[in-house]
């Protein structure tokens, strides 16, 4: 027997509603998902909460039709909470806008040529009011207390959250005043002037008195070339030794 035909719609009021769900694995599937149960005179329905965002309604529908499908159920969802329909290059995470958004920044961390882009990217993520960190830490402090008020049982979950949110806020604390360090980061230290190194001069008196005098540089050449000389008679001068005798 095949399997019920279930139709998830988005209602004129702005609700999200999904019918057909007469079984109970179906209706197990799209409580998973996030939607709630309501049984009425209308018989069994599943709905999301009125007051979740446009985003978060599509992406919780988009994961039930998906549960659905691969549980061998016909699933008509509407178009316009398919995020694989509404996915654009624009918007590439499709109902993730937040995500889309970091990612763009991790573009702009990526691409930064100098630590002023550098810091200026960084700055979405840091910027002790309005970045990225605290407003996760504050979502995530928010789950925690939301957890609270839906189910007083459920506050070891709660507590993960706060600690998650905990955690948050020392990575926070690690990287306060880290923006000028940010500045700083390329530019490397200017290389000293080139300093010339000179032989030191000599006092104009030593230097005279270590300078040849003219009488003693001729003595110095007519030594030089009388040695020469004596040389050269040295070698032309006729042997003395006698001839031997002959009968």
Known sequence: MPAPSITITAEPSGSVSAKGASDDLS???????????????????????TTMP????????THAAEMLRA???GVDLDPSLDTARTATP?????????GAELLRITDQIRSAGNGADLGRAVNHLLHPEHGALERVREALEAAGAQINDLDDDAHQLADRFGFAAEFVSSAQSELVDSEAELR????????PAETRTHAPRLPESRSAALAASPAAAKAKVSSTFGA???????AVRPSQAPAPRTR
């Open 27 to 49: 209706a197990t599937l799209l409580k998973h998902a996030g939607f709630q149960q309501i049984e009425d005179w209308y018989g069994r329905r599943h709905r999301l909460p």
């Open 71 to 73: 549980a061998r159920y």
């Open 90 to 98: 624009a918007n590439p995470l499709g109902p993730y806008t937040a």
């Open 54 to 61: 446009v985003a978060d309604k599509a992406a919780v529908a």
């Open 184 to 191: 700083r980061v390329g530019h490397a230290l200017q290389p």
């Open 228 to 234: 020469g000389a004596a040389d050269v008679s040295a």
